[in-house]
């Protein structure tokens, strides 16, 4: 925005069918400014476009705007575990996933 970096997204090559969402991030500065939702409409638009079937991310349970972002664009959690190795507390990893061959999924 405006010159500057305002967040990313990427998509990892997981299978020839299955992909990864990584490295969504969004500077605090811009949130609530619907960028978020951009990143997520073109990532999910190439991999439509591209023909995988399914697309899964990893995040942890206290990001709670990324988590309703998730849940926005049908993805369902679909494993949860335990971390402290990151930062020395208990943090819960959760696996989302999207199946993108249902096209009441995908609208």
């Known amino acids: 925005m405006n010159g500057k970096i305002a ?11 299955i992909v990864q969402l990584r490295w969504f991030i969004l500077d605090n500065h811009y949130q609530g400014r619907g960028i978020g939702k951009k990143l997520m409409e073109t990532a999910l638009h190439f991999c ?22 998730y849940q926005k664009y049908h993805f369902k959690l679909t494993e949860e ?6 930062t020395g507390t ?5 696996r989302w ?5 249902d096209k009441n999924q995908t609208k």
């Open 7 to 17: 967040g990313s997204i990427a998509i990892t090559k997981s299978s020839d069918t």
């Open 48 to 69: 439509k476009e591209q023909n995988y079937q399914h697309v899964f991310l990893w995040t942890i349970s206290t990001l709670k705007t990324a988590r309703y972002l």
């Open 81 to 86: 575990k335990p971390n402290e190795e990151w």
């Open 90 to 94: 208990k943090l819960i990893e959760e």
């Open 97 to 101: 996933d999207l199946d993108l061959s």
